[in-house]
């Protein structure tokens, strides 16, 4: 759920930016070296958006089979309604945890593989970097930036 409500952010601070020429080619060129970044995972956010979206559907009609329990089963004291309406619930909620546990999963998969391979490619271009860099900048410094740019 996590990936689909920063998708969503990052798409709406996208749309809502300035207009500035400047923060537009920033932001499209950080969007297209994104991209084949995020290609790999492209299946895993399908699932993720889909189990978002199953969810969502399932978790209106939770409302809905405990209205028609409280209507069709207890009032009317149908103890078949009930244990029907009761078994309807339970296999929701275990559906529900099933989804939940899926797009938990494949989200984690992604930041931590995602993460890995962004600090791997800053670390292969800090080996690639002549050793005066090294002796010209802060060693705490690079690791901050690594940090906080990862």
Not at 24 to 44: A, D, E, Q, V
Not at 88 to 95: A, P, V, Y
Not at 125 to 145: A, G, Q
Request: glycine fraction near 2%; charge should be positive; proline fraction near 3%.
């Amino acid at each position: 759920m996590k990936v689909i409500t920063n998708i969503i952010y990052k798409w709406e601070v996208y749309i809502n930016m300035e207009t500035s020429t400047a923060n537009n080619k920033s932001t499209f060129s950080t969007l297209k070296s994104l991209s084949p970044m995020i290609r790999p995972f492209r299946f895993r956010i399908v699932i993720i958006c889909a189990c978002a979206l199953i969810l969502s559907i399932l978790r209106t009609l939770d409302p809905l089979l405990r209205q028609r329990l409280i209507d069709d089963g207890v009032l009317r004291g149908s103890m078949k309604d009930v244990i029907i309406y009761a078994v309807h619930i339970f296999s929701l909620f275990i559906l529900n945890q099933l989804l939940e546990i899926t797009q938990f999963l494949n989200y984690t998969y992604i930041n931590k593989l995602l993460r890995f391979r962004l600090f791997h490619n800053a670390f292969r271009h800090l080996l690639k970097l002549p050793v005066s860099f090294f002796k010209d900048s802060n060693s705490t410094k690079i690791i901050s930036n690594i940090e906080y740019d990862v």
